[in-house]
């Protein structure tokens, strides 16, 4: 059974970079709140992780940006924007194992490499566009199942 | 198997509540990589790894997994015992490699397996 969505329900978190004890915070609310309006539990996870890894992204890399989701009848979307450095080259940055996290960062147990791939694979659609200089967007459609 | 079970085997010290010790295990993955646990470890499983940074926990919590052992004697920092508590998930530590955590759970659930 599809969960009930009867209406659509927005939102944004800022994520500021710099405080990585704070790296999952937006990931965490936007969770308890697909869980309220009923979504399924295996969606939820699956938008969880691919938000987790986005909003990691930004405070890596971009050091501010912000997470926008909507909840609709038929699927959840989550678009991640920033104002950073922006990617040169998307289909390298797409590769399972490139990273060019600094070395505090892979001390932590980021910079795998594995993010934006983690993204693909939890998302039923995956967009990402990149302007070196001016920023980069992610986002991510995932449909809600019949199940 | 339950976590309770599988903490005295292994002689684990748990850091947080012993109501959270009541969960069942059902496997466990190794890894350091917090993107490798996110795509590969499965759903109630223990989560074996030297890393004590408070993002542990909220990856804990986005894959329900039911435990997470550090190992080599490490200690967590203090935000990640205190987040660990508040999210609910079993933090427990050893003085043992990653490599022997991971051979003497494997038996355990695999002698476990054989009998069930
Ligand atoms: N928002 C972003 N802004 C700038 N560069 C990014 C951004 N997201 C990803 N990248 C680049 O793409 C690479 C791969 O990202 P990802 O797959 O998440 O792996 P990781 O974060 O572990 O390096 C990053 O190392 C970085 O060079
Ligand atoms: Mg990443």
């Keep these: 059974m599809k969960a009930k969505i009867d209406r659509t329900y927005e939102g944004s978190f800022h994520i500021v970079g710099g405080d990585f004890s704070r790296a999952g915070e937006a990931s965490t609310e936007l969770k308890s ?13 699956r938008v969880a992780i691919a938000t987790f890894e986005a909003e990691m992204n930004i405070m890596i890399y971009a050091t501010a940006g912000i997470l926008r989701y909507t909840i609709s009848p038929d699927e959840i979307r989550v678009v991640a924007e920033d104002m950073g450095p922006g990617i040169e080259d998307i289909e390298l940055a797409m590769q399972e194992g490139y990273s060019t996290a600094p070395d505090w960062v ?10 934006l791939p983690n993204m693909k694979k939890n998302s039923d659609v995956f967009r990402i566009e990149s302007v070196v200089g001016e920023g980069t967007t992610v986002e991510m459609t995932i449909r809600l199942k019949d199940c | ?3 309770k079970d599988i903490a005295e085997i ?3 010290k748990p850091l947080t509540p012993a109501g959270g010790l009541e969960r069942e295990v059902s496997g466990g993955y190794v890894g350091d ?22 993002n542990i926990v909220a990856v804990a919590v986005f894959k329900n997994l039911s435990a997470v052992v550090i190992v080599n004697g490490r200690m967590p920092d203090a ?5 660990a508590v508040s999210e609910n998930i079993p933090l427990l530590l050893t003085g043992k490699s990653a490599f022997e955590t991971a051979g003497k759970l494997y038996q355990i659930l695999n002698a476990k397996g054989l009998q069930d």
Excluded: Y
Excluded at chain 1, 108 to 114: K, L, R, S
Excluded at chain 2, 33 to 54: C, F, K, P, R
Excluded at chain 2, 79 to 83: E, H, L, S, V
């Design chain 1, 33 to 45: 709140i697909l869980l309220n309006v009923g979504i399924d539990e295996d969606t939820v996870r």
């Design chain 1, 106 to 115: 892979r001390e932590m147990g980021w910079g795998a490499g594995m993010g």
């Design chain 2, 1 to 3: 198997m339950k976590l």
């Design chain 2, 10 to 12: 292994l002689s684990l």
């Design chain 2, 33 to 54: 990589l917090l993107s490798d646990v996110m795509a590969n470890a499965g759903e109630g499983n223990i989560w074996i790894t030297l890393q004590t940074h408070v």
């Design chain 2, 79 to 83: 935000d990640t015992i205190d987040k």
